[in-house]
């Protein structure tokens, strides 16, 4: 891995502390939740916030957001699933989301966004025809400091470079994606 590079998937991180799988973007969450002190109208900003720092509402977040809302599952889920502009899984194969945040515009997000285009004739928020790669942008994904961000397939990445974007890109459009791991 090039030495201006950071990655964190699951539990690696400081900044994690306040979510058990140590991913920064619960942060971003948690702080909306907080702006709203915890009440229960603010779900459609609160799930709008999730979509936005992780691409689609999984289950995971789900019950993250109705945990901390006190509001049943079921609850969120219908909310989900009713208004169009939420989606409950990724429509491609992989996912690429690129943080488009102000510290991450200055590092060059935009070109990062524009080279991606390009390569995949992809526009953001839109899957390639063949289904393998979505694009999605983001406004900030909380972890400023390792700007330019992207997330890959879960993989939150920093400090990237649009050509070194680009083949992580390419690699990870032949590499079979990670199945989630059963926790005992
Ligand atoms: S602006 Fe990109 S992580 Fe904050």
């Known amino acids: 891995m090039p030495p201006n590079t950071a990655t ?3 539990g690696v991180g400081a900044e994690s502390k306040d979510h ?3 991913d920064p973007r619960f942060k971003l969450i948690d702080r909306t939740l907080k702006r709203f002190q915890y009440q229960q109208d603010a779900l459609i900003e609160v799930l709008h916030t999730a979509q936005e720092a992780f691409g689609f509402l999984e289950e995971d977040l789900l019950i993250y957001v109705a ?24 429509q491609g194969e992989h996912t690429c989301i690129v943080c488009m945040g102000t510290a991450c515009y200055v590092k060059r997000a935009a070109e990062i ?3 991606l285009q390009n390569e995949f004739g992809v526009a953001p928020g ?13 406004r900030c994904l909380g972890s400023c ?3 330019p961000v992207l997330v890959l397939d879960g993989d939150v990445v920093g400090r990237e470079t649009p050509e070194a974007t680009l083949a992580r890109v390419h690699t990870m459009l032949t590499t079979k994606k990670p ?6």
């Open 113 to 115: 966004v524009a080279l």
């Open 20 to 22: 058990p799988s140590g």
């Open 145 to 147: 400091g390792l700007a």
């Open 126 to 138: 839109q899957t390639t025809p063949d289904g393998k790669l979505s694009l999605a942008t983001a």
């Open 179 to 184: 199945q989630p791991v059963a926790v005992e």
């Open 67 to 90: 945990h901390q809302l006190k509001l049943p599952l079921s609850w969120v889920f219908g909310v989900a699933t009713f208004y169009h502009f939420f989606s409950l899984k990724p």
């Open 8 to 10: 964190t998937r699951g």
